[in-house]
């Protein structure tokens, strides 16, 4: 079969040479269809989700020395509509164009023995899509309000490789997902994949708690997580938020934000507040239009502004040093209404995360340097250090120690640098944490 699907003539070498190309008019409909110019490593799933929106995917051959794959839809009806769809849209797999048309082939005969792997994804999905659940429904929740949006998914038996788009085709089934981060734990991989909606993430348990993602393989292991949002800074193979497409790969990719931002800060009232309000009362920030690697930052008071100066001037910020100096202005203008098209300045008076307003507060007895240890506040019932772990090691850094509090409603979590110390904080301050408590983090002057 191997050889006969390779000398079709719709084949052809991954570098899509013109002497070899067919128009698609030249072949009559068939639910078979060719693809051509598959990046390399791709996945069998990668090619069936192609598929699946138009309907049932029935078989797949993968040609991977050739860059090449047919798959085989339910009815011919299917294949045309799919075909259609991507001559108006330009097929993508891995961000690379790919390239589809109708095999001369009515339907595909494989070798299951040389096929296996590819069969097993294809049972995987179809019984997704089947909607296939375990017979028994334990742990249906008599009626209450689902916990959590946020599922813990670890995967028992895993003989094949199981990736987050394959988490993110099979679990969407039941509810738009919003974003997964998948780790390894104790030799064991595990993911938190977090839906829309709570009701979603319920179903989703419902149906797919106990079952095998690949034949008799790979089982699902499924509970709500304690967290009901997931922080997620990068968008690679490891996490993805599919809400923010901009977000960077981690690998030194460059984002549309700039945040190299030195500060130009104000004599007496401004300085730049690396913790938003954490050593004053940000009431305004200008970045600079013609030098956007600095910004003006206007404090309360010029108390606010020495405190914020001296703590925060020659620290490390996303890679850079950070000046930070008195500024001549006295204010931050706003712009006249309909003038800042690029967004440059904000006004933040009315921040809820003010921390200074009250006289007295025992705020100000609070307030220490950038430190590598920080101390965490209003944690929420349930969430365990585990959760917390990988809450501030998903930001970006290495969690190095942790220790809660007797009550439990504090914590020291201890990051390996100052600057990863930072970037946590300004990630995570007033995280939602859900029933109305928002983690409080701020740097401390203690160790663990």
């Known amino acids: 079969e191997l050889n006969m699907y390779g000398n079709s003539p719709n084949s052809m070498t991954a570098n899509g040479s013109d002497s070899k190309k067919q128009r698609l008019d030249e072949s009559p409909p068939s639910r078979v269809l060719h693809i051509r110019k598959l990046p390399n490593e791709v996945s069998e799933t990668e090619v069936i989700a192609l598929g699946l929106p138009f309907g049932k995917v029935t078989n797949i051959l993968m040609l991977k020395g050739k860059n090449q794959a047919f798959l085989e839809l339910g009815t011919e009806e299917a294949a045309i509509t799919m075909v259609n769809y991507y001559t108006a849209v330009t097929p993508q797999v891995r961000n690379t164009p790919v390239f589809i048309q109708y095999s001369n082939h009515k339907e595909l005969k494989t070798d299951s023995a ?242 200074f307003k009250k006289p007295g507060s025992k705020n100000f007895q609070n307030i220490f340097p950038p430190s590598a240890t920080l101390h965490l506040s209003n944690i929420r019932d349930g969430v365990g250090e585990d959760d917390l772990r990988l809450l501030f090691s998903n930001s970006g850094g290495t969690v190095k120690a942790f220790k809660f509090f007797q009550d439990r409603k504090m914590a020291l979590i201890q990051m390996s640098s100052v600057e990863e110390a930072i970037q946590t904080l300004m990630d995570l301050h007033n995280y939602d944490m859900g029933g109305n408590h928002h983690l409080k983090v701020s740097f401390s002057k203690s160790t663990i």
Do not use: W
């Open 114 to 355: 040389l096929n296996q792997r590819a069969q097993a994804v294809l049972q995987a999905v179809s019984a997704v899509q089947d909607g296939s659940s375990p017979s028994s429904h334990q742990g249906v929740l008599d009626g209450a309000p689902p916990p959590s949006p946020v599922l813990r998914i670890i995967i028992d038996n895993m003989f094949y490789p199981v990736t987050l788009d394959v988490l993110q085709q099979i679990f969407s089934k039941f509810g738009t997902v919003m974003k997964i981060i998948t780790f390894t734990k104790n030799n064991q991989f595990q993911a938190l994949l977090q839906f829309s909606d709570p009701v979603n993430a319920q179903q989703a348990k419902l149906s797919l708690d106990g079952q095998n993602i690949y034949n008799s393989c790979c089982t699902l292991r499924i509970d709500f997580s304690k967290l009901v949002n997931l922080n997620v800074k990068y968008n690679n193979d490891k996490s993805r938020d599919y809400t923010r497409p901009d977000l960077p790969t981690g690998d030194g990719e460059s984002t549309n934000k700039d945040h190299s931002l030195l500060a130009a800060a104000a004599a007496s009232r401004v300085a730049l507040s690396v913790s938003p309000n954490f050593y004053g009362d940000v009431q305004r920030v200008k970045i600079l239009y013609n030098k956007k690697d600095s910004a003006l930052i206007q404090l309360s008071d010029g108390n606010q502004a020495q405190l914020a100066m001296s703590h925060l001037n020659g620290q490390k910020v996303f890679g850079k040093v950070m000046r930070v100096t008195l500024s001549k202005h006295q204010t931050v203008a706003l712009p006249r209404e309909g003038l800042d098209d690029q967004l440059l300045t904000k006004d933040f008076s009315g921040s809820p995360l003010h921390r």
